[in-house]
C-alpha cells in the first residue's frame, strides 16, 4: 500500500521561508520519481517541481512560476522529499500535495506534466497560505 504524508504547511509573510515534507511508503524512490504540485483556489491543479532518483544522482525540474525560489531535495534513503520555498509570494497561496509519479516525470515550464509522465499516488494536501 503507497502511502505519502505530506509535513503541515502553514502560514507565512510575503518574502519568507517555508520547508515542506512528504515521506513515502510502501515503495522506494527507485520505482518513482516524486513530485510537488499545488492548486489554488479557483484554479486548477500544477505542477512546481519534480525530482527523479531513480537512474539519476537526483534530477530537479522546476515551473517557471518557482524556478530560482523553491528547491527540492531527498534525504539520503529517498523517501522523504522536501521542497524549500523561499521569497514567496502571496500568489504561492495554495494547497500543496506531492505525488508519486511514473514515466519521464518532467514537467513543461508552464507546469504541466509532459506526455509520457503520470501520476500515480497522491499524498492529501498541505495548505500554505502567503500574506502580504
Known amino acids: 500500500q503507497v502511502h505519502l504524508a505530506e509535513s503541515e504547511g502553514g502560514s507565512v509573510q510575503s518574502g519568507g521561508s517555508l520547508r515542506l515534507s512528504c515521506t513515502a511508503s510502501?515503495?522506494?524512490?527507485?520505482?518513482?520519481?516524486m513530485g510537488w504540485f499545488r492548486q489554488a483556489p479557483g484554479k486548477e491543479r500544477e505542477g512546481i517541481a519534480t525530482?527523479?532518483?531513480?537512474?539519476?544522482?537526483?534530477?530537479?525540474n522546476y515551473a517557471d512560476s518557482v524556478l530560482g525560489r523553491f528547491t527540492v531535495s531527498r534525504d539520503k534513503s529517498g523517501n522523504t522529499v522536501y521542497l524549500q520555498m523561499t521569497s514567496l509570494k502571496a500568489e504561492d497561496t495554495a494547497m500543496y500535495y506531492c505525488?508519486?509519479?511514473?514515466?519521464?516525470?518532467?514537467?513543461?515550464?508552464?507546469?504541466?506534466?509532459?506526455?509520457?509522465?503520470?501520476?500515480?499516488?497522491w499524498g492529501q494536501g498541505t495548505q500554505v497560505t502567503v500574506s502580504s
Open positions: 510502501g515503495y522506494t524512490y527507485t520505482e518513482y520519481c
Open positions: 505525488a508519486a509519479v511514473s514515466g519521464f516525470c518532467l514537467l513543461t515550464r508552464a507546469g504541466s506534466l509532459l506526455s509520457g509522465s503520470k501520476v500515480e499516488y
Open positions: 525530482l527523479d532518483s531513480r537512474a539519476h544522482s537526483g534530477r530537479a
